[in-house]
C-alpha cells in the first residue's frame, strides 16, 4: 500500500502562490497611481486599467505638458471661483442681500459648464484632472476666504479683482496654447474669457451705486 504524502499547510501551494501574485498586482495597477509630470495631469502614459487607448492625438509630447496645465490650472480656477460665488452667496447681508443673492447665481450659472467642459478636453488629449482640494488650492489663481464677508462692496470688489486676473490669464492662455498646435483649447479660453468680461462688468456696474458704501 503506497502511503499518501502529507503536504505542510503553512507552505502555500503554485495556484494560490499565483492567486496572490495576481492580486498584488491588480492592487498595483488600481486608478489612483500618481501620474508623473509637474502637472499630473498625462494619463497617456499610465499603467492602469482600460487605458490602452489613451494617447495626445495630434499633441507632441512636449506641445501637450503646455496645454494640460493651462487646462489643469483653469480647470482648477473654475472650480474655485464656483465655490468663492457661493460663499458670498450664502454669507451677503445688508440693502442689497437680495440682488447679490440672485445674481451670484446667475454667474454661477454662465461659469458652471466650463468645469466640466474643461476637464473632458483634458481627458480627450490624454489627460487626467485632479480635483482634490489639495491640488484645487494648488491650482487655482482664485482663493476661496476663509472668513465671513459680509459687506456688498467689499465682496464685489475682491470679485472684480479675481474676475481680472482671471480673464487675463484665460487670454494670455489661449495664445499659449494656439501656439502649441491646440486652436481648438483656444477657442474655448476666448469664450470663456468673453463670459468673464460680462460678469466683470456687471459687478463694475454695481460698485457704482452709491448705497452700496
Known amino acids: 500500500m503506497t502511503k499518501k504524502s502529507k503536504t505542510d499547510p503553512s507552505t502555500p501551494s503554485k495556484a494560490s502562490k499565483s ?9 498595483a495597477a488600481k486608478p489612483g497611481v500618481t501620474p508623473g509630470g509637474e502637472a499630473k495631469a498625462d494619463a497617456a502614459h ?24 493651462t487646462l489643469q490650472r483653469n480647470l482648477a ?16 447681508r445688508g440693502r442689497f442681500f437680495r440682488d447679490l443673492h440672485l ?15 474643461q476637464a473632458e478636453r483634458l481627458v480627450a488629449l490624454g489627460g487626467s484632472p485632479i480635483a482634490a482640494p489639495s491640488d484645487l488650492e ?17 465682496q464685489v470688489a475682491d470679485l472684480v479683482s479675481d474676475l481680472t486676473r482671471v480673464s487675463r490669464g484665460y487670454r494670455d492662455d489661449s495664445q499659449t496654447v494656439d501656439e502649441a498646435n491646440d486652436p481648438a483649447t483656444a477657442d474655448m ?6 463670459t468673464i468680461d460680462k460678469i466683470r462688468w456687471m459687478l463694475q456696474a454695481i460698485m457704482d451705486d452709491d448705497r452700496l458704501n
Open 19 to 27: 492567486a496572490a501574485d495576481q492580486a498584488s498586482k491588480a492592487r
Open 46 to 69: 499610465l499603467d492602469t486599467p482600460f487605458n490602452a487607448l489613451v494617447d495626445h492625438n495630434y499633441l507632441t509630447e512636449s506641445e501637450f505638458d503646455t496645454v494640460a496645465e
Open 77 to 92: 480656477t473654475t472650480i474655485t471661483l464656483y465655490l468663492k460665488f457661493k460663499k458670498y452667496h450664502w454669507d451677503i
Open 103 to 117: 445674481a451670484y447665481d446667475e454667474f454661477i450659472e454662465e461659469i458652471f459648464p466650463g468645469i466640466d467642459e
Open 138 to 154: 494648488r491650482f487655482s489663481v482664485v482663493k476661496v476666504p476663509t472668513e465671513t464677508v459680509r459687506d456688498a462692496r467689499a
Open 189 to 194: 479660453y476666448n469664450g470663456y474669457a468673453a
